[in-house]
Nanobody, 123 residues
């Protein structure tokens, strides 16, 4: 079992910044990808940003140039720095990690989600 705990959401004015964090715990052997998704009311969950074990990154077009994603491998933590926030960025943001756990010598793939953190942007 891999648990992800997110933090850093909140209320911010348009143009402001927030930094989200997501820390993983459990018998993790390796993490192949860490990402952030978001879901606004009445909309489908969408990819915001992802970073792979090779440090490749990918961003939604709507956040390019404003958001950055980074990770601390030792801390098993991924960050999402959100700058120049817009009202349309408001959503519940979810952390996702995919990788391998090792328990009693057995390696198993995992794909885990955090509980979500609310980001509200006032205009």
């Amino acid at each position: 079992q891999v648990q992800l705990v997110e933090s850093g959401g909140g209320l911010v004015q348009a143009g402001g910044s927030l930094r989200l964090s997501c820390a993983a715990s459990g018998s993790i052997f390796s993490i192949n990808a860490m990402g952030w998704y978001r879901q606004a009311p009445g909309k489908q969950r969408e990819l915001v940003a992802v970073i792979t074990s090779g440090d490749n990154t990918n961003f939604a077009d709507s956040v390019k140039g404003r958001f950055t994603i980074s990770r601390d491998i030792a801390k098993k933590t991924v960050y999402l720095q959100m700058n120049s926030l817009k009202p349309e960025d408001a959503a519940v943001y979810y952390c996702n990690m995919m990788g391998v756990v090792r328990t009693a010598g057995v390696r198993t793939a995992f794909d885990s989600w955090g509980q979500g953190t609310q980001v509200t942007v006032s205009s």
